[in-house]
C-alpha cells in the first residue's frame, strides 16, 4: 500500500524521497502484519471519525462541539459530495468521477483541464497503474490474487463491519439522515459490507480450516474416522455455524473458544447416543450452541467473554462412557447429566474443579467417586456436590444398620 510505499513517512521530507517508489511495492507479510496489528484499531477509529466529521459538518461528536474553523467559516465543512473511491479505478468516468468534475468546475480558483480532454488523461491513469511494475498497487483493488496473508484477521473484520453497520444505522436516523448527500452516502456504506462479504466468508473458511487442523490435527478431515471425522467436517463446514452469517459482528469476540466449546458438545451429542435423547431442540445444528437444549451461555465479566457456564441434561436418556471433554469447557460452573445411563467415573479434571468450588456438580452415584460413609449413610464431600441416590446402596446401608448384616442368607428363618 502507499503507507507502505513511503515508508510509513510522517513528515514531508522523508515522505518526499520515497515518491520514486509508490505504486510500485508492497511490504512483506510479516510486516504488514506487523503494521496491521498495531495500528489497526486506531486507524479504524480515525476512519469513521473521519466520515463523522465531515458529514456532520465539523461536529465534533466526542467532544460536543462544532470545530472553531468550521463555525467562522474558515473552511466549509460541509461535503460538496460524496464519493466512493472504489469507482474512480477505472478506464472510463463513473458517476463518482463525474461528480469531482462538476465541484471543481464550480470551484473558484481552481484550474481544471478541459472536459473533452478527461476521458483520454483518465483512460492514461488506468492504463499507466495497470503497468507491470505497477500491478501490485492497492488502488487495483479488488484484486483477486491477493494473498490472504495481506487480509484482515476474521475479528478485524468483525469491527469493521461492526462500526460500518453502527455508522449506517446512525445516518439512517433523524436528523442526521435529514443533511445533504446522506443517501449516497448510506448507499455506499451499503455497497461496502455488501463487496467486502465474500472477502468476509473467505476468511471464516481459512479460519475454520486452520482450527480443525490444530484443534482436530486434520485440516481436510482425510485422517479422521467415525465420530472424529463427523466433528471435523461438521466444524469446518461454515454453513453449520449461523454466528458468520447471522449479521452481527461482536467485537473481540472469542471464536477459538466458542469452536472448542462448540467441538466438545458436538462429540458429546455423537458418542453419548444423543439420536436417543428425550429432547434434542438445536443440537447438532447450525444454530449457536448457546441455545442448545440444556446448555446456557454468559458474559464472564473478568475476561469479557460469552462463553458456556451450565451444562445440565438430566434424564435425557444420554449413555456410553461419562464424556471426558466435558473437563475442557473451561468456565463451565454447573454439570448436571443426572438420571442417565453413563457408564463410567467423572473424570479426575472436573472432580478437581468441583472440589475446588469452581463447578457444581449434580451427578448420579455410579459416576460420582465420593465416598459412601456405611456408618451414617450418607455420602462424603468430594467430586459431586450434590448426588442422586443409589437405591441398592442405600437399602443394603440399612440392612446393615437394622441387622449388621450385607448378606440376608446368613440370618436365617
Known amino acids: 500500500t502507499m503507507r507502505w510505499e513511503l515508508d510509513y513517512a510522517k513528515d514531508w521530507a522523508s515522505s518526499f524521497i520515497r515518491i520514486p517508489d509508490t505504486y510500485r511495492e508492497r511490504p512483506t507479510v510479516e510486516k504488514w502484519e506487523l503494521w496491521r ?67 471543481l468546475d464550480s470551484s473558484q480558483n481552481v484550474d481544471v483541464i478541459a472536459n473533452q480532454a ?21 488502488a487495483s483493488r479488488p484484486f483477486p490474487d491477493l494473498p490472504m496473508e495481506y487480509k484482515f484477521t476474521l475479528p478485524q473484520f468483525d469491527r469493521i463491519f461492526n462500526k460500518t453497520i453502527d455508522l449506517r444505522n446512525k445516518y439512517l436516523e433523524e436528523p442526521l ?50 465420530t472424529e471425522f463427523e466433528v471435523c467436517d461438521f466444524m469446518k463446514n461454515r454453513l453449520n455455524h449461523d454466528i458468520f452469517s447471522d449479521g452481527f459482528y461482536p467485537d473481540e469476540f472469542p471464536y ?31 444454530e449457536d450452541h448457546c441455545n ?6 454468559a458474559k464472564i465479566e473478568e475476561d469479557n467473554e460469552f462463553r458456556v457456564l451450565d451444562v445440565s441434561l438430566p434424564n435425557n436418556q444420554l449413555s456410553g462412557l461419562f464424556p471426558p471433554d466435558l473437563r475442557n469447557i473451561e468456565k463451565m460452573e454447573v454439570l448436571n447429566l443426572t438420571a442417565n445411563a453413563l457408564d463410567g467415573p467423572i473424570p479426575d479434571d472436573l472432580c478437581t474443579h468441583s472440589i475446588g468450588d469452581k463447578l457444581y456438580i449434580n451427578g448420579d452415584a455410579k459416576n460420582c467417586p465420593n465416598i459412601f460413609d456405611m456408618s451414617i449413610g450418607q455420602y462424603m464431600p468430594g467430586c459431586c456436590d450434590k448426588i442422586l441416590y443409589d437405591v441398592d446402596i442405600y437399602l443394603n446401608y440399612f440392612r446393615i444398620l437394622l441387622w449388621d448384616e450385607t448378606d440376608c442368607q446368613a440370618l436365617g428363618g
Open 256 to 286: 477459538y473458544e466458542w469452536l472448542t466449546e462448540r467441538s466438545i458438545l458436538l462429540r458429546t451429542y455423537l458418542n453419548n447416543g444423543g439420536n436417543e435423547w428425550k429432547v434434542t431442540t438445536g443440537w447438532n445444528g447450525p
Open 292 to 297: 442448545w437444549e440444556g446448555i446456557t451461555c
Open 177 to 226: 439522515s435529514l443533511r445533504p448527500h446522506v443517501d449516497d452516502f448510506v448507499q455506499i456504506l451499503n455497497g461496502y459490507i455488501e463487496e467486502n462479504t465474500p472477502e468476509f466468508l473467505e476468511t471464516v473458511d481459512l479460519f475454520l480450516e486452520e482450527y480443525v487442523a490444530d484443534f482436530l490435527g486434520d485440516p481436510n478431515c482425510e485422517t479422521s474416522t467415525g
Open 37 to 103: 496489528d498495531a495500528k489497526f484499531i486506531g486507524e479504524i477509529g480515525a476512519w469513521f471519525y473521519f466520515y463523522d466529521f465531515w458529514m456532520q459538518g465539523g461536529f465534533l461528536e466526542k467532544y460536543n462541539y462544532t470545530h472553531p474553523r468550521c463555525v467562522n467559516m474558515e473552511i466549509d465543512c460541509h461535503p460538496q459530495q460524496v464519493v466512493d473511491f472504489e469507482n474512480l479505478y477505472t478506464d472510463a468516468p463513473t458517476d463518482d468521477f463525474l461528480k469531482i468534475s462538476s465541484v
Open 118 to 138: 478527461r476521458d483520454c488523461v483518465l483512460r492514461n491513469v488506468y492504463n499507466r497503474t495497470g503497468h507491470q511494475d505497477l500491478n501490485m498497487h492497492q
